[in-house]
């Protein structure tokens, strides 16, 4: 008797929830897809270099989005070739030059061209692979604090790309954007409390070799405190913060308080279990230099990654802003 007053009670309680409950709870479910589906397509208002006057301090989208259509004009930048080692080289260390030649009189600057050769071992799986290069190229440039100090934070990308691509989005968009944010802190008044550097490498795509011959052997990479990598695995969208740390929970203190986060645990998980086969430039900053970090990409419209697709017709004016990553800076 006792049993069968439990079942009654059991099947009285699955049934006792009101239909129009359910409705609403499915309801909720797909408004708050729709809510976070809305912000996920918010994107700042693209300024235009007409803009600049009235938003003196603010990214120039227009700008950002020239430097963009130069280096995609050149092609794919096949580490080796002309395009990449020449003219690449020889545009982006042109478009620096101008921007020292305007910069605010209370800025030290440094320009440096790294030709370097080495080699390592990084574990992939299952058995981990030894990766040699010669002559691979870095383009550097240091921005001194306003007192002399030895912590440095670095931002890299990188302007090779691979045979089958123009690279816009892997990864000219984001060497467009260093040189963008470049420009608006040299044109103000310098009061960093710490030196930023930017490298521009130039052999990413053949396994991480520029990135680990700046790493190792540059003069200033002893002084990297931390790294903000910024990469592509599609085209489009928001740059996603998918890799921190390791083990410093401070950079998210620091994120966190930007205008437009955005980020997201899973892509770490997946990375740091070793299921899959590639990795970024992070894990030679990582590995080889004992930074910290923010690794970032873009992951929108996967299959124009590595294709001919990924060009500058593909990448809309708002897509070329440094979405919550440039107060970091």
Request: proline share 4%.
């Amino acid at each position: 008797m006792h049993q069968d007053y439990k079942i009654h009670k059991m099947k009285n309680g699955a049934h006792s929830v009101h239909p129009i409950i359910g409705f609403i709870f499915i309801l909720s479910i797909f408004c708050l897809y729709g809510v976070v589906y809305l912000i996920d397509g918010w994107l700042p208002k693209p300024l235009t270099v007409a803009d600049e006057k009235y938003y003196p301090s603010d990214f120039i989208t227009e700008r950002a989005q020239q430097h963009l259509k130069a280096l995609t004009s050149i092609g794919p930048r096949v580490v080796g070739s002309r395009e990449n080692e020449i003219q690449a080289v020889e545009y982006l260390t042109g478009a620096i030059r101008t921007i020292w030649q305007f910069a605010h009189t209370s800025h030290n600057i440094e320009l440096d061209l790294q030709l370097v050769s080495g080699s390592y071992f990084i574990e992939f799986m299952p058995y981990g692979v030894i990766n040699a290069y010669s002559n691979v190229q870095n383009v550097v440039v240091k921005l001194h604090a306003r007192h002399a100090t030895n912590n440095s934070l670095l931002v890299n990308a990188h302007f090779d790309s691979v045979s089958t691509s123009p690279g816009g989005s892997d990864d000219g968009i984001n060497c467009a954007i260093m040189l963008e944010v470049l420009q608006k802190h040299t044109q103000t008044v310098n009061n960093l409390q710490h030196n930023i550097i930017f490298l521009f490498n130039g052999a990413e795509e053949t396994g991480l070799q520029a990135s680990h011959g700046f790493i190792t052997q540059h003069k200033w990479a002893k002084e990297v405190r931390v790294v903000i990598n910024l990469e592509a695995a599609g085209a489009g969208g928001k740059e996603i913060l998918f890799q921190s740390g390791p083990k410093s929970p401070w950079l998210i203190d620091y994120y966190k308080k930007v205008p437009r986060p955005n980020g997201q645990v899973a892509g770490e998980e997946f990375f740091q279990s070793g299921a899959i086969p590639s990795d970024t430039d992070f894990r030679i900053f990582r590995d080889f230099g004992g930074a910290v970090g923010l690794d970032f990409a873009y992951d929108r419209n996967g299959y124009r990654y590595h294709t001919s697709f990924d060009d500058f017709e593909n990448i809309p004016m708002a897509r070329t802003n440094m979405v919550g990553i440039t107060p970091l800076l």
